[in-house]
């Protein structure tokens, strides 16, 4: 039986060009709340360099009043990861965002169980005892 | 507030949504108060969405600001995904008709239909060119299935999907659009499940992000020349893995390998049994080589003889026909008088068509 009609070609990110992972970050901060400060601080005084360095990704800024301030960065298989920057500096703000940005979808537990996701099973093949050389007396 | 509204779109923008609320508790808020004027001095398009519906003064607010907003403004999201793809068209009205599909009326621009057409040959031509040289001894029937499948819904729309185009498409979902054989598609066996990304691709969306795809690739034809094509299906479609030996169906590999034999001129095939474990077991083990006068062609594994040796002819059978070239020149990378004098074509396949 053939599988033309369901067979797809898999995804070699970076292979021919890159993707970038990262398609939106979005913030939301309280204009009133002090744990919002530092986070109004970086929008003012950071978030513009950054989103010229990265045109790549959407940024949304949204107030969310009474609330704790945070980042949500949404990636390419649909999945987000969201970090309340409540109480921070810019400057780790700045570091939050990065990681935020520097991230895949890809789950930290999944990440860390296999650190090596590959097409290729193994680079010497897998052992046979047909092909090993026979015990010589 | 309103002369936000009528904040003038420049060329450059920024890829940054701002929403405010229109009447915000604190009137000189934090954000209307420093960034705004910010953004307003690099004269950036700032996107308006209020998200209180409580105050009725907002309502009518909110309906006056429908009436002025302008038909066909590139969303942010739409300048994200051209920086992220390197597109860089002259005109960015160019983007946006490509990403417009017939059933979005919402606009001035014209659908994507022509980009669509020129862009689906386009990607056929460099696809079926690439195939062509790569497994020079191919069956024809394979080749095409090649390209159908590259070329196919399937991987276009998983494509579009893996780089975002879902939120930057604009169509509409009007059934009369589309043909009811897209249900028919929907179903899909468990069995290949494994080998979609997501199961929802043979849906609408699922279309109109395939359209789109060629779509772009017929744009940059259009406005950056082939080869700013080719680039683009080089690097994202082709790049994509396939394992074609999958696609290999072959019923009597034994009675197949003997004519290729024959038609090559070489000794017929004979398979000699190389190695073996618990033939009168529950679970014995085979392993068979086909041979053409003392040269391996190759070898299969088996719990019966049968099965070993079916298993073995048609690698020998795949070993064939599925030979890869890795250096090879494409004649559409010929584009100068000293790369013509320097080109050898391949030797043109001499399989015959099944």
Redesign the interface.
């Known amino acids: 039986m053939t599988l033309t009609k369901t067979l797809i070609p898999k995804a070699k990110n970076g292979v021919g060009a890159f993707v970038f992972s990262c398609r939106k970050i979005e913030f939301n901060y309280c204009e009133r709340s002090g744990s919002s400060y530092g986070m109004i601080k970086y929008l003012q005084n950071h978030l513009i360099p950054f989103a010229k360095i990265n045109p790549q990704i959407e940024i949304v800024v949204t107030p969310r009043p009474s609330k704790h301030p945070i980042v949500t960065g949404t990636y390419m298989n649909l999945k987000q990861k969201q970090i309340c920057v409540k109480n921070k500096n810019p400057d780790e703000i700045a570091e939050i965002v990065q990681l935020i940005r520097d991230n895949t979808g890809v789950s930290t537990k999944k990440r860390f169980k296999k650190p090596v996701i590959s097409t290729t099973k193994s680079i010497r093949g897998i052992w046979s005892p047909f092909h090993t050389r026979p015990h010589l007396i | 507030m309103r002369d936000i509204c009528k904040t003038k779109c420049t060329f450059h923008h920024?890829?940054?949504?701002?929403?405010?609320?229109m009447f915000?508790?604190?009137k000189n808020?934090?954000?209307n108060r420093?960034?705004l004027p910010?953004?307003l001095r690099?004269s950036c398009f700032v996107t308006i969405r209020s998200?209180s519906n409580t105050n009725t003064l907002y309502i009518e607010e909110k309906n006056k600001i429908i009436h002025e907003d302008k038909k066909d403004v590139i969303s942010?999201?739409l300048?994200?995904f051209a920086?992220?793809?390197?597109l860089d068209f002259s005109d960015p009205k160019i983007l946006l008709q490509a990403v417009t599909h017939k059933s979005f009326t919402n606009t001035n621009l014209p659908p994507n239909k022509r980009f669509k057409e020129l862009g689906e040959r386009a990607i056929e031509l460099y696809i079926t060119e690439y195939f062509h040289m790569k497994f020079p001894l191919l069956h024809t029937n394979y080749l095409e299935?090649i390209v159908?499948?590259?070329n196919g819904i399937?991987?276009l729309s998983?494509?579009g999907s893996?780089?975002?185009l879902k939120?930057v498409v604009r169509w509409n979902e009007s059934t009369d659009l589309f043909s009811s054989s897209v249900e028919d598609q929907s179903e899909?066996?468990d069995e290949?499940e494994y080998?979609?990304?997501s199961r929802k691709?043979f849906n609408k969306i699922g279309h109109v992000m395939a359209q789109t795809v060629q779509a772009i690739v017929g744009a940059l034809y259009l406005d950056k020349g082939p080869n700013s094509a080719q680039k683009f299906v080089?690097?994202?479609l082709?790049?994509?893995?396939?394992d074609i030996q999958?696609?290999y169906?072959v019923k009597t590999p034994k009675k197949d390998l003997s004519a290729l034999m024959r038609r090559l001129g070489r000794e017929p095939p004979i398979s000699r049994l190389?190695?073996e474990?618990g033939r009168l077991t529950k679970e014995p083990?085979f392993?068979i080589g086909v041979y053409s006068d003392t040269e391996k062609l190759a070898e299969g594994f088996g719990s019966s003889l049968k099965m070993a040796e079916f298993r073995a002819t048609r690698n020998a059978l795949l070993n064939y026909y599925f030979k890869e070239i890795k250096d090879f020149t494409l004649p559409s990378a010929i584009d100068t008088r000293q790369k013509q004098m320097s080109y050898i074509p391949t030797k043109v396949c001499d399989t015959p068509a099944s």
Not at chain 2, 14 to 21: A, D
Not at chain 2, 238 to 242: E, H, P, V
């Open positions: 920024y890829n940054i949504l701002v929403n405010f609320s915000s508790l604190v808020s934090i954000i420093n960034i910010l953004l690099r998200f942010p999201a300048y994200a920086a992220r793809m390197r299935k159908n499948i590259y399937g991987t998983t494509f893996e780089i975002g939120y899909s066996t290949n080998l979609y990304e691709i080089k690097d994202y082709l790049s994509r893995d396939l999958q696609l169906d190389l190695f474990a083990i392993v």
